[in-house]
């Protein structure tokens, strides 16, 4: 079975910091989302039960070291990465980022499943995965817990976590599935898988690559600021009991205890 | 005169986004109409006409059974274009939020998802919605003709809601889902309600073993407090989903939220900003919690908590 997993990479959220109310990105190194990383696993896990190829497919999107960070989804397991880079891409609504990666989908010619996580881990939108399986005509099973492939019959099928039951589903191949974070817990790689991550194929193709053009913006972001916060940032020290001591009475004296 | 529709496969949502859409579509000059899908909609309908909607159009189509993405999003579409609706309004539900993009790619249209307020200004709508995992609300507006928007549950209320008697309209839609469902159960859980909780004790990962939640709901009890805690904790099936507090949880407004073992991801502490006071236990000193927090206990749960426990006694 041919999988394909779409993989963003986005800033290390720890790094981001806050200053005048903006997020500071600038020199915060990225790395492949939570989720995508669920996806990769899930995707590993499927090619060791029926056999097939991974491919991650990643879309830049500004990221200038994507090509790099990729490579963490070949130590993963994946057996081949794309990236797709361009600097009409640099900074892509939801559908402009569908767009490219269904072109690529239908570049890479071969694929039966078509893994994403449930969302982003900065923007956790949840676009792209239903509007790729819109463009291409694919069934779309969100939210899968657990995911099974019954090759021979041509089916995919998933647990699903809706908002208060399981489902199980059953859809026909090629599909589109996105996972939550409960499916796996995934493998961090080891030296070995890392090193031999290094001369696994990893191609970089642009827009023109794959025939399309600079999207037109379906959306625009008016601002994008953090909420104020003022806070005491007291740290109590000493033994466990001292600084119990020293927390219950700040309760206290907050009116929190004892009202 | 053009529309601004609202669906959800949840009458409550429903009617919410029927309130709320009222008056934005007021605002805008648009009329309100509302969709209302799947076998048995059609008391869902009549409630929708009633709570104010002026059109509702119903579908007890078989194909909308458990309201699967690709199915809906081809009734809303065809809906869309009977309607006249120049703005989708859509419950984001987990079934919403993943009908909404799919509906938006339909319609050549932009989508706001997980929309927790929604203003109309200078003739046009702004969404708000978290970013970088919570750290920051974005304001977002759609540039396409027709706008999709997925609004979370709760945004608008139906308090102070004027009744109407719309008109209840029944199209024959073109659809037919190509997933097929096997088996449907039950959630288990025990529907804590962490949005109204006034103090509560937030457990994570710090946590070495599910028996020893023991402590932190000893913890909790000596404080009078609900237990609420990280995703981490509901994927490992220690805890039930709806104690998740945060990005993918519950958004709380507690008069204290104490962290036990949680680092302070921001999924996580985007649902306790809210708090009147953050205090955190943790062994890590540079922990992100402590940065956002009013008080600390520096040390390991193991010791802090059953110290705690034992000066409560005393309060
Ligand atoms: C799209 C998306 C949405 C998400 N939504 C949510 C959400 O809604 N809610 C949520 O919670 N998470 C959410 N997450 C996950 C989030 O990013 C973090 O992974 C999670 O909150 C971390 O949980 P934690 O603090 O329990 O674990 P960790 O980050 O592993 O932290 C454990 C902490 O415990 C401390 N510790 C360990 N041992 C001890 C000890 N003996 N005594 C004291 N302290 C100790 C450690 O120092 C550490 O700081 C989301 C992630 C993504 C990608």
Partial sequence: MDIVVCVKTNPDLQMVRIKDREAVTEAVPYKIGDLEKNALQAAVDLRAAVGGKVVALCLAEGNRKAAEDIKVALAMGADEAVVIDDPALAAPDQAAVAAALAAAVKKLDACDLLLFGEGSTDNYTGQVGPRVAELLGLPQISYARKVEAAAERGVVRCVRSMDDMLETVEAPLPAVVTVVSEINEPTIPGLMQIMKAKSKPLQVWSLADLGSEGPAPVREVVSNLAEEQDRKHILFEGSAAEQADAFVDALIREGVLGR | ?315
């Avoid at chain 2, 809906?79 to 799919?102: F, H, M, N, Q, Y």
């Avoid at chain 2, 529907?191 to 073993?209: M, Q, S, W």
């Avoid at chain 2, 904790?233 to 949680?262: C, H, M, N």
């Fill in chain 2, 1 to 315: 005169m053009a529309a601004l529709l609202v669906y959800s496969e949840k009458i409550d949502t429903a009617r919410e986004l029927v309130a709320g859409g009222k008056q934005l579509a007021a605002a805008l000059g648009l009329g309100v109409s509302a969709v209302a899908l799947g076998p048995g909609a059609g008391a869902a309908a009549s409630e929708l006409a009633a709570a104010g909607a002026d059109t509702v159009y119903v579908s007890e189509d078989a194909a909308f059974e458990g309201w699967p993405a690709d199915a809906v999003a081809a009734g809303l579409a065809q809906v869309a274009d009977i309607a006249g609706a120049t703005v989708v309004l859509v419950g984001s539900t987990r079934r919403g939020k993943e009908t909404a993009p799919r509906l938006a790619q339909k319609l050549g249209a932009g989508c706001v998802s997980d929309v927790n307020g929604l203003i109309a200004e200078d003739g046009d709508l702004v969404a708000a919605r978290y970013a970088f995992g919570g750290a920051t609300t974005a304001r977002e507006k759609v540039a396409t003709p027709v706008k999709v928007f997925a609004v979370m549950p709760k945004t608008f209320s139906v308090e102070g809601a004027i009744a109407g008697a719309g008109t209840v309209e029944t199209p024959t839609l073109d659809v037919k889902s190509s997933v097929r469902v096997v088996d449907r159960r039950a959630k288990e859980g025990d529907h804590v309600n962490l949005d109204a909780a006034p103090l509560i004790v937030g457990v994570g990962r710090g946590f070495n073993a599910r028996e020893d939640l023991a402590l932190g709901d000893e913890l909790a009890g000596a404080l009078g407090a609900v237990v609420g805690c990280t995703k981490s904790l509901a994927d490992f099936e220690w805890l039930g989903e709806d104690r998740i507090i945060g990005l993918s949880g519950a958004k709380t407004a507690p008069d204290l939220y104490l962290g036990v073992g949680v680092s302070g991801q921001i999924q996580h502490t985007v649902g306790v900003a809210g708090a009147k006071l953050i205090a955190a236990v943790n062994k890590d000193k540079e922990a992100p919690i402590f940065a956002m927090a009013d008080y600390g206990l520096v040390g390991d749960l193991y010791e802090v908590l059953p110290a705690l426990v034992e000066r409560l006694k005393n309060v």
